[in-house]
């Protein structure tokens, strides 16, 4: 048969998308013309087709509506949205996706719950997905995943394939309880959230790093993790408190206003009777008397990071390695060296 008349192989879409390592949506965009998309990987699609001598099978066939919509998935644990990171995150994410013509919506998954964001994905309601949060074995990854849906995670994971943004919790950790330690503080408790949560790993991660610089042996007893509720925060001061701490370290600045709280309650005076700081700052930190030192992040500029780099895979740029932002300690009164007696 002459080579005219041979049947045209047909290429799926799905198809080009694996071999190019990019989303169905962004190969939908390149072939119909339409859609926020840069000319070289309209190119690149194109090349790809031509080379392999194909037709796409997805021309006759209408292309992939674009909604213009982001969602924020939101971890049910931290839904709060009085919570000062959430908030100034979300702001961060809204002003980057409001310059390039796109909406934000939330969804709330709770553990291996993902209900909701299943069924955003299943009726197209968005273009693609921030993660506020990153946890082990997120039942979030694979989902988005099996949906080819474009996504970046606000956090460290230990997939690299993954695009993400964060702030070094490690280092910022070492640094804050270094200084502690210089203060002339001793005997250090931490408590932290849930351990499922790599922030809270690297912070806890930072804690033992920085007593281990200076040679101090760690205290077990002074360390508490997978606090969640106002009962476990309670048990888990009631035990560090017995261990007669100089100083409690709080993975979170929610954490670290309620232990100030329950501190005053006891009539137990910050700093004259104990140290009191936290690894995340905010308005709830600095608005205490005494206020408390923290490490201070750019939630904002967090936000707006992920932002870009999400809507800039989404057009097709190769997913850029791991960002990782700065951070900066803050010491304040809750802190300060006292005049010895």
């Not at 879409?13 to 840069?38: F, N």
């Not at 849906?149 to 394939?161: K, L, Q, S």
């Not at 923290?294 to 895979?313: E, I, K, N, P, T």
Request: proline share 5%.
């Amino acid at each position: 048969m002459p080579a005219e008349n041979q049947p045209t192989k047909k290429i799926s879409i799905d198809e080009v998308a694996k071999a190019l390592g990019v989303s169905k949506t962004t190969v939908s965009r390149a072939l119909s013309g339409k859609g926020r998309i840069g000319e070289a990987t309209r190119a690149r699609v194109r090349d790809y087709i031509a080379r392999v001598g194909a037709e796409p099978a997805v021309r006759a066939q209408p292309a992939a509506r674009e909604t213009h919509n982001l969602t924020m998935v939101i971890p049910s644990d931290f839904a709060h949205l009085d919570l000062p990171f959430l908030r100034k995150c979300m702001g961060g994410i809204c002003t980057a996706a409001a310059q390039r013509g796109y909406d934000l919506l939330l969804c709330y998954v709770s553990g291996a719950d993902t209900n909701q964001l299943e069924r955003q994905l299943d009726c197209h309601k968005m273009d693609g997905v921030i993660l506020s949060r990153t946890i082990q074995n997120d039942p979030c990854v694979e989902l988005l995943r099996r949906h080819k849906m474009p996504f970046v995670a606000i956090g460290r994971t230990e997939d690299p394939a993954i695009p993400q943004v964060d702030n070094d919790q490690a280092a910022a950790s070492q640094e804050m309880t270094r200084l502690l330690l210089q203060l002339g503080l001793r005997r250090i408790a931490l408590l932290t959230g849930s351990p499922s949560y790599y922030v809270n790993q690297d912070r806890a991660k930072g804690y033992f790093d920085a007593l281990a610089e200076l040679g101090i042996q760690p205290d077990p007893a002074l360390v508490r993790t997978g606090i969640e509720s106002d009962a476990q925060r309670i048990d888990a001061l009631d035990a560090v408190l017995e261990r007669r701490p100089d100083c409690i370290l709080c993975g979170d600045d929610r954490l670290a206003f309620d232990v100030s709280l329950e501190l005053q309650a006891r009539r137990i005076r910050v700093p004259d009777d104990i140290r009191l700081a936290s690894l995340y700052d905010s308005e709830l930190t600095a608005g205490l008397n005494p206020a408390i030192s923290a490490v201070h992040f750019d939630a904002v500029a967090l936000g707006g990071a992920a932002c870009r780099m999400l809507l800039d895979l989404m057009a097709g740029k190769a997913a850029a390695r791991p960002l990782v932002m700065g951070h900066q300690v803050v010491l304040r009164d809750s802190t300060k060296s006292l005049p010895r007696r």
